[in-house]
């Protein structure tokens, strides 16, 4: 979350480091906060809907029949509350994406050119070929919400959304959520690159014992330091991320999560008439596949949190392309592999032992 809206620090040219100064802004940050219980309900609906679907194995198989209604009937409310309580957290991340990093946002829908009162996108296919600035309509075909993406980013539907297009040219929004017309991408990038060379200079002043300049390089450096990452880019274009798999992993983790959502709805409105929906053998299929639609559901909101920030390591300070170190390639790919070995095995492991243990159920008593 702190990489993602990094608060809390300030920046020490002596040291060339970040360093904390105050505790209480990273722990308290809203998106960490959001995130934080988002991946927590999550988890409550992994759990609850993996019950469901070996419950309704055992009863496709004709065991352990009344074990399997009871873990039902728990994991149902489980899931129930889970989901519920994911989707109000993923509400609360929306509107913090939209205020700490709109364009994650627009990538997240597609959006090139915002407007007031602006549509979400239900189901799309995005055009391929669409580049910025081309004038092509950015969907082959969709199926769009009015007023959605307005509601979800600021809770009115008489707001603007900015899209890439506005906030590249400087149109954007205030933690507060209000419009602003703020500096271009061209500007930050200027800025970044003017913060860069006052870092030069405080480092060839500190070199040289001149306090005098490395307290003014500092002052210049701490004026334009909050878009110090823009100095590494070499245009606008390289802060847009990728949109395409931005756009589908976060309507991916959306429909599943509806999907989810139903689930779980008469999951529990069944077993509290006695279960007769879980003796449909289709139903049990579907709960048996739901497992592997719950952890798509839950990969996808990942891709979109990672891959939808990029090209920033540290939203707005680090790109990737600087995000180096003195370790050696090889090295990197000697750790990889090991890793890779050991969680493969033990990913084995965890997968027979489970199968294991569903294969046999519980102890009679």
């Known amino acids: 979350a702190w990489m993602q809206y990094p608060v809390g620090m300030e920046f020490d040219p002596a040291q060339m480091r970040n360093v904390m100064d105050n505790f209480w802004d990273v722990v308290l940050s809203p998106v960490a906060i959001n995130k934080f219980f ?29 074990f399997a209604l009871d873990s039902i009937r728990i994991a149902g409310w489980t899931g129930l509350a889970g989901i519920v309580l994911t989707l109000w ?76 297009n506005d906030l590249i040219e400087g149109i954007s929004l205030t933690p507060e ?76 983790m959306v429909l599943a999560g509806g999907y989810l959502l139903l689930f779980f709805i008469l999951a529990v409105i069944s077993s509290a008439r006695g279960g007769r929906l879980w003796e449909r053998k289709w139903w049990q299929w579907v709960a048996i596949l739901t497992i592997p639609v719950v952890w798509i559901c839950s990969e996808a909101g990942w891709v979109t949190a990672e891959v939808g920030r990029q090209p920033w390591i540290i939203e707005g300070l680090m790109p990737a392309r600087a995000a180096i170190s003195a370790i050696s390639a090889s090295t990197v790919q000697l750790t990889f592999w ?8 033990l990913l084995v492991a965890e997968v027979t032992i489970m199968i294991n243990q569903i294969r046999r159920g519980p102890e009679n008593h």
């Open 89 to 164: 957290t993923g509400d609360g991340s929306a509107v913090q994406v939209a205020r700490v990093q709109p364009m994650k946002l627009a990538a997240m829908e597609g959006l090139y050119n915002g407007k007031v009162g602006q549509e979400i996108v239900g189901f799309g296919l995005l055009d391929p070929s669409k580049t910025l600035n081309d004038g092509k309509d950015p969907f082959l075909f969709d199926i769009s919400i009015p007023y959605g993406l307005s509601i979800l980013a600021n809770h009115d539907a008489n707001t603007f959304v900015p899209g890439i």
């Open 338 to 345: 090991m890793f890779a070995a050991v969680f493969t095995a």
């Open 38 to 66: 988002h991946a927590v309900f999550d988890g409550w609906v992994v759990g609850a809907v993996f019950v469901c679907g070996v419950s309704a194995w055992f009863l496709l198989k004709n065991k352990r029949r009344e």
């Open 177 to 252: 959520g209000d419009t602003i017309r703020t500096e271009s991408y061209a500007e930050r990038i200027a800025i970044g690159k003017r913060a860069h060379e006052a870092l030069r200079d405080f480092d060839r002043a500190m070199t040289d014992g001149d306090t005098a300049a490395m307290a003014e390089a500092r002052a210049r450096l701490k004026e334009d330091y909050r878009y110090f990452g823009y100095g590494y880019l070499d245009s606008p274009e390289e802060a847009i991320p990728p949109v395409g798999m931005t756009f589908y992993s976060f309507h991916i």
